[in-house]
């Protein structure tokens, strides 16, 4: 229980059913209130025996006193702002259900929630005309323990409660099932139940049948968890990345680009908190960055929500971004007319054909087109012409010059047309 909030909690061992009790004290509405949650389990033969003979009465009335005894010790805790949660197995919710049935006194009938599992047949000298609307057992009806006693006393379990199949349940009830099991078996039970979930386990068999009943459908998933007290922390997490654009051109970055995201429970939904009217953030946290954005470094917030889940609160956190649009390269480029002698092969420095000042990163020469016959390496821009040409007449090549950028500026390409004349 302590590691969802829960305070003061107590286990006694020695009684049967062993007992543990914890407290949390909630606000709901601007008023306080003191969830209390007992729990009573025990090894499955000894309750179960010892009960049966008087419909588990002085079991339930013996945990009820505990119970009573342990919010005294609460001094906040009234009759009015106090909302009980008790829950149990087999014998244990046999005693739960009569413990509940008497615990009028300690709390309103409407903040008394029991939910129980393979509870036996039980009875108690109370009013049955004092309906209990959040009891809640869940039973599997093929076992056999949930038939005992065969005879059902003045005050059995179907004058308060109803008995109900897991497979009849449809997708959302069962997710509403699921909420509530998931969270008494996992986090409220000791490890003697808690382990029992193994797939061949009847005790896990058991469990797995149940399901609840037709009021709990009713609560919205908020309500739900606030009766539970079993919302916990969202663990969502931002680490930013920085990101480069280049000018005068629209860019979308993928999420993924500008963000790490981690331990988030829930589907997480993004949004723009502040920065450039022109940087953009969409709802599944693509970022876009307009093109008359001017080059610049941008610092962008963005918000990230995650909705929660079963077990964890929805939460918000933010981060910043930072966006660096390039400079435009500076590159430039101006043709030449070369002039070699026909009939040998001949190889000319880039300088002999191409002027180039400003480049900015590592440059890199493409051929777009021209004779077959003259070729441009793409490293250094030297131009190879081979035997074969035609005395006298002069060829074009296009090619492209493209400067890879850097840190600050932008690639650029430059496409320009130089010209080889061949002499006699």
Known sequence: MAE???TDVTTDAKTTPTQTYGHKAITKDGEEYHVVCAVFTEPRSVTLASGLKDGFLEIGQECKSSLANYISTIPAATKDNTILFITGYNGGAAAANVAGRLSDDLANSSSTFVYTFASPNYECDHDPSAKAPNFHTFTNTDDDVTMKPEKRGTIGKDAVEREYTFSSLNETERRKFNKVYLY?????YVN????????????CQTYMSF?????????????L???????????ITLTAKDAKVNPNEKTVLKRTQVLSVSGEQGAVT????????????SKNGKVTVKKNVEPGTYHVGISASAAGDEFYKPKTVNQTVKIVVKRVNTITVTPRTATVTAGKKVTLPRSDVLTMTNAKGTVTYAKKSGNAKISIAKTTGKVTIKKGLKKGKTYKVKVAVNAAGD???APKTVTKTFAIRMKA
């Open 192 to 203: 003697d139940v808690r382990t029992s979930r193994a797939s061949t386990n009847n005790l």
């Open 211 to 223: 399901a609840l009943c037709d009021s709990m459908f009713e609560l919205s998933d908020d309500e």
């Open 225 to 235: 968890e606030r009766h539970l007290g079993m919302s916990r922390e969202n663990g």
């Open 270 to 281: 993004y949004s723009k908190s502040s920065g450039d009217s022109g940087i953009t953030v």
């Open 4 to 6: 969802i909030g829960f």
């Open 407 to 409: 840190d600050t500026y």
């Open 184 to 188: 008494l078996a996992d986090t409220l």
